[in-house]
């Protein structure tokens, strides 16, 4: 993107430009620490989906119930 506030920086200059990364340890650690948080969000969306399946089970049961034709009630005698 070019600017202002670098006027004279283009494409080359930046592709050229050297990028600090952590060492190889590190970079093992933070990809395993990642991998950990991608499953625990997994396992959330798992979750959450069954329990959107269970909602929308039971709003079927009681609109199912609540619009069925029932037995009139028998009056006492």
């Not at 991998?35 to 399946?53: F, H, P, T, Y």
């Not at 039971?58 to 609109?63: C, D, E, F, S, T």
């Amino acid at each position: 993107m070019y600017g202002q506030g670098r006027p004279h920086l283009g494409f080359e200059q930046l592709a050229a430009a050297p990028i600090a990364l952590p060492p190889v340890a590190e970079q093992h650690r933070i990809v395993a620490e990642v991998d950990r948080r991608l499953s625990i969000v997994r396992g959330v969306e798992a979750e959450v989906d069954a329990n959107l399946k269970r909602a929308q089970s039971l709003r079927q049961a009681v609109l199912a119930k609540a619009f069925s034709p029932t037995e009139p009630a028998h009056a006492p005698a």
